[in-house]
């Protein structure tokens, strides 16, 4: 049985944090070096913290890593091996609540955020709760990196989606969820809703973590002034005349499995199960056809809805 979260009416009387201690959690495994040094170069002015979460990187990475931490510039927790993207999220945000850490920002190594991002959110938090809203995250605008090219929020009103455009740039849209990276979380959201899941490892673990987050009564919100630039999945591959971003058949297995497993929770509402549903069945063909090797991404899609239907989660293999 799931455990149950605080709500916010019962999280709300609790006496608000003096300070604003915004510490930044940036989970990497086998990064581009120079992508990694910009991104921490372009963070560690805007927080009050920084701490490096490494998924079981090589030698050389570890030991940039520990020059950066050497000069005082960053922390730098360093797992043995590959657990997860939700795992390491977790270890950063007890490293940065131990640190008296009010609000977690979550990066991962694709990420680089505009010079004044954590600033905006900071402020676009605190005007969403002077209103009276129970903002569970707020998150940037994304630029994809490869195709150079803004996105979009949305948010599911039905079985319809609604795409959310920043017309004038200072929008500030109610959204389904946000990508982990760029998310800024007030640590008393997450001592409410509760840790990452851990188990998925990666792919959806930002959106269960949001779901749960609305069963408590909170809400994501899309601060369009704020802007990050972000790679979303591998080298995109011409379609049609268009470049659509891919990403290795191991990918697609967490994403199948762990899409699949949370259809089959009982407290997942059903709207978005057929909304996200109808998403995932699009993705299933057009990654059949398109994606290469073709045999494999179709083999690792299959395995994955297997697994998400049999609830083996955790680490592939």
Not at 96 to 101: E, K, V, Y
Not at 132 to 143: H, N
Not at 246 to 251: K, P
């Amino acid at each position: 049985m799931q455990k149950r979260c605080l709500t916010w009416q019962e999280l709300r009387p609790a006496r608000p944090m003096d300070k604003t201690t915004t510490i930044a959690v940036v989970v990497c495994y086998e990064p581009d070096l120079a992508r990694l040094t910009e991104l921490l170069s372009a963070t560690r002015p805007q927080v009050d913290a920084l701490v490096v979460v490494d998924n079981g990187s090589d030698v050389e990475v570890e030991s940039v890593l520990a020059e950066m931490a050497l000069h005082g510039e960053i922390h730098v927790l360093l797992l043995s091996e590959n657990s997860g993207l939700a795992y390491a999220q977790n270890q950063g945000i007890e490293w940065a609540r131990s640190q008296g850490a009010s609000h977690i920002l979550l990066l991962d190594q694709d990420s680089l955020p505009a010079k004044n991002m954590v600033g905006i959110l900071l402020a676009a938090h605190a005007e969403l709760l002077a209103a009276g809203l129970c903002p569970s995250a707020v998150g940037p605008r994304l630029t994809d990196a490869h195709l150079q090219r803004r996105t979009s929020f949305f948010r599911s009103e039905g079985l319809r989606t609604r795409w959310l455009n920043c017309e004038t740039g200072i929008e500030t849209h109610a959204v389904d969820g946000l990508i982990a990276s760029g998310s800024l979380i007030p640590i008393t959201v997450l001592a409410a809703v509760g840790p990452m899941n851990g188990d998925l490892f990666i792919d959806y673990v930002d959106r269960e973590w949001h779901l749960r987050a609305r069963r408590c009564g909170f809400q994501a919100f899309g601060i369009c002034a704020a802007n990050m630039i972000h790679r979303l999945g591998d080298e995109p591959v011409k379609v049609a005349g268009q470049a659509v971003p891919m990403h290795q058949s191991l990918r697609h297995y967490y994403y199948f499995r762990n899409a699949v497993w949370l259809y089959r929770q009982s407290w997942v509402p059903w709207v978005w199960k057929l909304s996200d549903g109808w998403r995932l069945i699009r993705k299933f063909v057009f990654y059949a056809v398109f994606a290469h090797p073709r045999r494999a991404h179709l083999a690792m899609m299959l395995r994955g809805i297997r697994h998400g239907m049999a609830n083996r989660l955790g680490k592939f293999g």
